[in-house]
């Protein structure tokens, strides 16, 4: 059974960082992309960032410099690093496998709440 698990939402004041992590199982993590994407309220999800199996990364304009993206293949983790948060940052932050190859196939955790305010 496949399982991404995320951690690491909560509440924070503008300028602050939080760190999501996401736990996979039941993949082969090194056969995967991992990504972070967000849903805020009325509006579409939409990538954050992602991460190759290299380690090649890809960022969303509106959190280059701010958001850091990364994975250990041992732990089979991908974690978001999130500095100088800003109140359009809050959403709802998911985990994303895409199996890079071979038929397309896609996971997704349950997401975790970011929530920025003062």
């Known amino acids: 059974q496949v399982q991404l698990v995320e951690s690491g939402g909560g509440l924070v004041q503008p300028g602050g960082s939080l760190r999501l992590s996401c736990v996979a199982s039941?993949?082969?993590?090194?056969?995967?992309?991992m990504g972070w994407y967000r849903q805020a309220p009325g509006k579409q999800r939409e990538l954050v960032a992602n991460?190759?199996?290299?380690?090649?990364?890809n960022y969303a304009d509106s959190v280059k410099v701010r958001f850091t993206i990364s994975r250990d293949n041992v732990k089979k983790t991908v974690h978001l690093q999130m500095n100088s948060l800003k109140p359009e940052d809050t959403a709802v932050y998911y985990c994303?496998?895409?199996?890079?190859?071979?038929?397309?196939?896609?996971?997704w955790g349950q997401g975790t709440q970011v929530t920025v305010s003062s």
């Open positions: 994303k496998a895409l199996r890079a190859g071979g038929p397309r196939t896609e996971y």
């Open positions: 039941g993949i082969l993590f090194t056969y995967y992309t």
């Open positions: 991460i190759t199996i290299g380690g090649r990364t």
